[in-house]
């Protein structure tokens, strides 16, 4: 079983319209939670940390249910920038790396 | 805004020779990571670096490759004798403290193309 999985979309959404995906993960030992963005063929860049009682950025809001073993993200009014791929992340804690899905396409349309 | 570095951008080199990809990390960061990217697959953890030593590595991680910091600013991956399979963009990524409770900044990479 893959320690990250993420539905790989892709997501085609219009300008403005609310998308929303999850990602499970397998080690419930697994204590943070991120997700990444990665444009195309650069470096991941850190989107958001995701905690026990969910957060909010902006547009963004992510949730995480240690029960059941996964993290969601939502985007409200998605824009054209946010074409992205979209990487779940989990690290255990006292471990020195993060484990990666193998992300979520999204591409906004004008 | 402090960045990850990494030189080359792009490194062709043929099998069987030795490649060393260089980064520079933030200054005040203490914990080191390369990870790679096959392309149109995940990003994967290959080795941390911590107080001079590696502090985990994956079981991708083997004799061919080892890291090094030379001097207080450079870290380096090397690869010994690179193979087709190697062919993937390698990330480096710094941080304060430990993966969970503190940001890996992720340098731009290096894409490296083994023929």
């Known amino acids: 079983r893959k320690e990250v999985e993420q539905d790989p979309g892709p997501f085609n959404v219009p300008e403005g319209a609310t998308v929303a995906f999850n990602c499970t993960y397998s080690?419930?030992?697994?204590?943070?939670f991120f997700w990444y963005r990665q444009d195309c063929r650069k470096e991941p860049k850190l989107l958001m940390s995701?905690?026990?009682s969910g957060n909010e950025d902006g547009r963004f809001t992510a949730q995480l249910n240690r029960a059941s073993q996964y993290i969601s993200l939502l985007i409200r009014d998605s824009k054209l920038s946010d074409s992205a791929t979209y990487l779940c992340?989990?690290?255990?804690?006292?471990?020195?790396?993060?484990?990666f899905g193998a992300g979520t396409t999204v591409t906004v349309r004008a | 805004e402090p960045e990850v570095t990494q030189t080359p951008s792009h490194q062709v080199t043929q099998m069987g020779q030795e490649v060393i990809l260089r980064c520079v990390p933030i200054?005040?960061?203490?914990?080191f990571y390369w990870y790679r990217q096959i392309l149109g697959q995940k990003v994967e953890f290959l080795v941390s670096?911590?107080?001079?030593?590696?502090?985990?590595k994956s079981e991708i991680f083997d004799d061919q490759f080892s890291v090094e910091r030379p001097d207080g600013s450079n870290f380096t991956l090397k690869i010994r004798s690179t193979k087709l399979e190697d062919s993937a963009m390698y990330f480096c990524?710094?941080?304060?403290?430990?993966?969970?409770?503190?940001?890996?900044?992720f340098g731009p990479g290096t894409r490296l193309t083994v023929t």
């Open positions: 990524a710094s941080s304060e403290g430990l993966a969970g409770g503190y940001e890996q900044y």
């Open positions: 080690n419930s030992a697994s204590q943070s």
């Open positions: 995701v905690y026990s």
């Open positions: 992340v989990v690290n255990i804690e006292s471990d020195y790396k993060l484990s």
């Open positions: 200054s005040n960061h203490l914990y």
């Open positions: 670096f911590y107080n001079n030593e590696i502090s985990e």
